[in-house]
C-alpha cells in the first residue's frame, strides 16, 4: 500500500494564497490549510482569515513557534529582522511550517502567478513538493482579483493603505504604509517604536534602513503628498483600474526588495 502524500496550503492573509484556496478548496477535498501565526499580525489579518473560513467552509491550522517574537529577539541580542537577517521569516513561519510536515511527503501549493518573475520556495526539506497552480494554468493578477469577487471573499481591508500581509512592523513596508500604520494602529506603531529603542545597551536598530520611525514620522506630510501625486498619476494613466490595483502599483516604486513568500503570497 503505497504511502498517503499529504496535500497542504498555507494562507497568509494576503490575496495570492486566498484565491488559490478559493481555486482548489473543491478540487482537492482532502487539502489541509494553515497559516504561521506570529501573534504580530494586523486585526484585519485575522479578521480575512476568518471570513476565508466561513466562505469556503474549510478548517486553517493556526501554528506558532512556542517561544515567541520577544523571545527570539532577545535571543538575537535584540537585533531587529531585516532584509539581509530574515529570522523571522525561517523561526516564526518556516520552523512551524515544516514541524507541521514533519517526515510525512507532502505537496505543498504555492500562491506565485504566471505573470510574478520568483520561483521562490519556503522550504527545502526533500519530503516536501512545490506545486505552482496558477503558473501552470497561466493565472495572472486580473485573474487572482476575479477569482476573490467571484467568491464574495474580495480583498483584505488593509488593502486600503497597505499592498502586502504580513507582521504590522513588516521591515518590507515601504514609508506610505508606516505612516498609513500609525494613522489607522496607532497602538501598533507605539509598539513598533518600542522595538526600536528599548536596547538597555544603546545600540539602535531600525525597522527602515536610514531613519528611525519617530524621524519618519516628522516626515509624514511629504510622504503622504508624494503618495497622493503618485496615485494621482497612476489612476490618470488607467482609469478604470481598482484602487487596490493602482496602490499597489505606485508602492512597488519603493519596494526595498523581494518580501518573503511565507508571509506576503
Known amino acids: ?45 485575522y479578521d480575512y482569515l476568518d471570513r ?22 532577545d535571543l538575537h541580542g535584540g537585533m531587529l529582522p531585516s532584509p539581509q537577517m530574515r529570522w523571522c521569516t525561517s523561526m516564526m513561519k518556516i520552523k512551524p ?27 527545502t526539506k526533500p519530503n516536501i513538493k512545490p506545486v505552482f497552480p496558477f503558473k501552470e494554468r497561466g493565472l495572472v493578477k486580473a485573474d487572482i482579483i476575479r477569482i476573490l469577487e467571484e467568491s464574495g471573499i474580495g480583498m483584505p481591508d488593509y488593502y486600503r493603505w ?3 500581509s504580513g507582521c504590522f512592523f513588516c521591515f518590507f513596508q515601504r514609508k506610505y504604509e508606516w505612516v498609513m500604520l500609525a494613522e489607522e494602529h496607532p497602538d501598533l506603531f507605539k509598539q513598533a517604536i518600542a522595538y526600536e529603542e528599548n536596547h538597555s545597551d544603546g545600540r539602535t536598530y531600525t ?14 506630510e511629504e510622504i503622504v503628498a508624494k503618495h497622493k501625486k503618485a496615485m494621482q498619476r ?12 493602482a496602490l499597489e502599483s505606485v508602492l512597488e516604486e519603493e519596494d526595498m526588495g523581494l518580501p518573503c513568500l511565507a508571509c506576503h503570497l
Open 1 to 45: 500500500m503505497s504511502k498517503k502524500v499529504r496535500k497542504v496550503l498555507g494562507l497568509s492573509g494576503g490575496k495570492d494564497s486566498t484565491a488559490l484556496a478559493v481555486l482548489l478548496h473543491k478540487e482537492i477535498p482532502d487539502l489541509e490549510y494553515f497559516f504561521c501565526d506570529t501573534h504580530k499580525e494586523l486585526q484585519e489579518t
Open 52 to 73: 476565508i473560513k466561513a466562505r469556503l467552509g474549510i478548517k486553517i491550522n493556526y501554528l506558532s513557534e512556542n517561544r515567541g517574537f520577544d523571545h527570539l529577539l
Open 97 to 123: 511550517f515544516e514541524d507541521f510536515v514533519g517526515d510525512d511527503d507532502a505537496i505543498s501549493y504555492i500562491g506565485i502567478r504566471a505573470d510574478e518573475n520568483r520561483d521562490g520556495y519556503i522550504s
Open 162 to 164: 497597505r499592498s502586502r
Open 207 to 220: 525597522w527602515t534602513q536610514g531613519e528611525t520611525l519617530r524621524e519618519l514620522l516628522t516626515r509624514k
Open 234 to 245: 497612476e489612476t490618470k494613466s488607467a482609469p478604470n483600474r481598482p484602487l487596490s490595483e
